[in-house]
């Protein structure tokens, strides 16, 4: 039961992180890892069902604002599809202690970028209100 | 010259490769690929990297569901947690300081990341 309370509490926190735009997937990911001893196949496979349905609901509104560049993003997602089946096999055919440590690699450099970005790039407009354009 | 669609495809392309591969992580090359290089306009391009990240996880999700031993009762807390979350930030988002955030992620992410390199 405990540790229960703590992944809905470690979900709750990421999920807040997620939805203002700081990268709260490979965050979880770390703490199902280093901390609940989870495997990273699994931890990589609970992230990714995850944001199923929580960029359901950015996506209505991100619609309904017509914010969505449909022609390029439809580009993207017909060649992200081939690479990330792919890049999936790959990393769930390999054994999971070196898809960790590439994983470590790869958040190390992200938060390196995190701690010298300027920060109001990284603000997600939402519904649209109180965010300023910056041009 | 590439046109502005080849430049997109190129840009999901690598964020297939990333998000598959990690799990997570996409958007964090999407994003920055689409204003820098597609030359799209910021909130078009965050926006946009949803609907293009979306289906990306589905195809991934799909891959580990069918390819590792899916633990869904483990799962659970995580997914519902991670949804009450993001509806939270969602309702708050723009009240809230981000930039220190940004960092204590930023530290959080390499001490993280350099445990996992040295487990």
Known sequence: MKDWIIALLAGGVTGVLSAWGVGGGSLL????????????????????L??????????????????????????????????????????????????????????????????????????????????TPRE | MLSD??????????????????????????????????????RKAFASSVFIILPLCAVSAAVYLLRTEFDFLRALPYLIGGLAGGFIGGRIFGKVPTKLLHRIFGILLIIGGVRAIAS
């Not at chain 1, 901390?35 to 196949?41: I, Y």
């Open chain 1, 50 to 131: 995850y944001f199923l349905p929580t960029s359901l609901t950015a996506l209505v509104s991100h619609l309904k604002n017509r914010l969505i560049d449909i022609k390029l993003a439809l580009c993207a997602v017909a060649a992200g599809a081939v690479t990330t089946a792919l890049s999936s096999l790959l990393a769930t055919g390999l054994d999971t202690q070196v898809v960790r440590k590439i994983f470590g690699a790869f958040v190390v450099i992200i938060g390196i970028t995190e701690l010298f970005r300027k920060c109001p790039e990284t603000r997600r407009p939402d519904e649209g209100t109180q965010d």
């Open chain 1, 29 to 48: 990911i770390l703490f199902m890892t280093g901390v609940q001893g989870m495997d990273q196949p699994l931890s990589q496979g609970i992230n990714l």
């Open chain 2, 5 to 42: 669609k080849a430049k997109s495809a190129l840009a999901g392309a690598a964020a297939g490769v990333v998000n598959g591969f990690f799990g997570a992580g996409g958007g964090m090359v999407l994003v920055p690929l689409l204003i820098g290089w597609v030359k799209m306009d910021q």
